[in-house]
């Protein structure tokens, strides 16, 4: 790699890798790499943008990186769905002309008035006080559209989120009332939890968004269905994402018959196995591997919620078969056995149960290619004990190895195998420099 792009830590936009195991073998990374498929990340968007019945707002905290942000663009999403300051400035800074919607429901006074003068209109609330801020740091602007943030069941969900946001049926519809004499536009929106297993889970918020509707009786302009699409992950084999179409589609036409607007904000489903992450084994204790990512990097929920992840070796490094001197350069072992995580810092809690099934020789100076990583994966790294590395590459047009439903998979059109080059960026998005995996 040329010393000034390791200075720079990034590969920059048109350094193409067609396999992950090319990443291993031309990068040979110390540092956790986050593996990138455009064409994933792609064809992922067009399939909500097109099968959705209405608005699909990305959720930015799930991945922030701008490759995601960018290939989202291209692929035809126009609306993010924002969580702070920073995400504002970055979706701002690269696309001047995307909708972004602040659906969180508790911001600081500043991140209103700065949001507001940046061009954000939507806004969310549970709470009269949060009414009131947003309408105080925005000087009672009169084209608001102001959302109420309903509390709704997050039992389907394999991560609850119904611990912290969301007014209960009677407050709600009382804000909403609040909400309809200020706004331009009222809506109710709610999150049944991520990776929401039963597509039912959304047909009954939907129902309790109806009642607090007609308890209310306001006229609402738009139904924001939320996030919690779910992605398929080892033990967790959800419904295919029609289904959950189906139900949401069939549930909302009390809405949808009297004009009311339809949106969403999918994080999860949308990037989940648009990235792996490429690790290095630093050392191997029994069936312990040390690895250089972990619980405070990109493994938080393999680490907090023992989430497995899928896992495959990656020795590209094989010459002389079996009889090698070098470990790392021989075929790995046929027999697989189940593994830990351990990750680089020095707290406890940085071990990842699993088990994670991989042959019997891994070893230090291995690679282990890790899936399913593109959400909330590269997001949650933080810089405890100095281990942060922002290091991502373009894989392409290898396609997720660790996708389950291959026969649903939709083609990206936009991305032709025979090209020998990145995907191109549309001209709004192609000046942004792939600096980082965020
Ligand atoms: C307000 C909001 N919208 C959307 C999402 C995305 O949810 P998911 O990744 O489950 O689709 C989240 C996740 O926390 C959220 O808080």
């Known amino acids: 790699m040329p010393l000034l792009q390791k200075a720079l830590g990034y590969v920059p936009p048109g350094t193409v890798f067609h396999t992950v195991d090319e990443v291993a073998k031309r990068l ?3 540092v956790p790499v986050q593996c990138v498929f455009p064409e994933f990340v792609r064809g992922q968007a067009q399939k909500f943008t097109s099968q959705f019945p209405g608005r699909v707002l990305y959720a930015v905290k799930c991945n922030p990186g701008s490759e995601f942000l960018c290939h989202m663009y291209d692929a035809g999403v126009r609306h993010f769905d924002v969580a702070s300051l920073d995400e504002v400035r970055l979706v701002r ?4 002309t995307a909708q972004l919607h602040f659906m969180h429901p508790v911001k600081s006074r500043e991140a209103i008035r700065l949001a507001y003068k940046m061009g954000v209109r939507t806004f969310s609330l549970d709470t009269a006080a949060e009414l009131i801020k947003i ?5 009672s602007a009169k084209d608001l559209s102001l959302f109420v943030r309903l509390a709704v069941s997050g039992n389907s969900a394999a991560y609850d989120l119904s611990g912290k946001f969301g007014a209960a049926p009677s407050s709600a519809a009382n804000l909403l009332r609040h909400a309809q004499k200020v706004a331009h536009k009222v809506g109710v929106c709610f999150h049944v939890g991520s990776q929401c297993m039963d597509p039912a889970a959304y047909r009954a918020a939907i129902e309790r968004a109806s009642a607090v509707v007609m308890k209310a009786k306001v006229k609402i302009d738009i139904l924001d269905i939320g996030g919690g699409f779910p992605a398929t992950y080892p033990g967790m084999k959800p419904a295919p994402l029609e289904s959950y179409m189906n139900v949401l589609v069939d549930a909302a036409k009390p809405f949808t018959r009297q004009g009311v607007e339809l949106w969403c904000e999918p994080g999860r489903a949308m990037v989940a196995a648009g990235a792996s992450m490429l690790v290095r084994v630093n050392l191997r204790k029994g069936r312990r591997l040390f690895i250089n990512d972990g619980t405070y990097g990109s493994l938080f929920d393999a680490g907090t919620l023992n989430w497995r992840y899928p896992v495959r070796l990656v020795r590209p490094l094989i010459k002389v078969g079996k009889n090698s001197k070098d470990p790392n350069s021989r075929l790995p072992s046929e027999k ?3 593994f830990s995580f351990y990750g ?3 707290d406890n809690l940085d071990k990842m149960k699993g088990p994670f099934l991989l042959p019997e020789d891994t070893q230090e100076g291995d690679w282990v290619e890790i899936g399913m990583m593109g959400a909330y994966g590269a997001a949650m790294k933080t810089h405890f004990n100095g281990f942060y590395a922002s290091l991502a590459a ?3 047009p290898e396609a997720p190895p660790f996708i389950f439903d291959r026969a649903s998979r939709h083609r990206s059109p936009a991305l032709k195998k025979d090209a020998a080059v990145a995907p ?3 001209s709004e998005s192609s000046p942004v420099a792939v600096k980082s995996a965020r």
Do not use: I, Y
Request: net charge positive.
């Open 336 to 338: 697989m056995v189940q």
């Open 394 to 396: 373009t894989v392409w």
């Open 28 to 30: 040979r990374p110390d």
């Open 135 to 139: 309408l105080e740091e925005t000087k």
């Open 344 to 346: 680089p810092t020095c």
């Open 424 to 426: 191109k960026l549309s």
């Open 93 to 96: 800074s690269l696309f001047k």
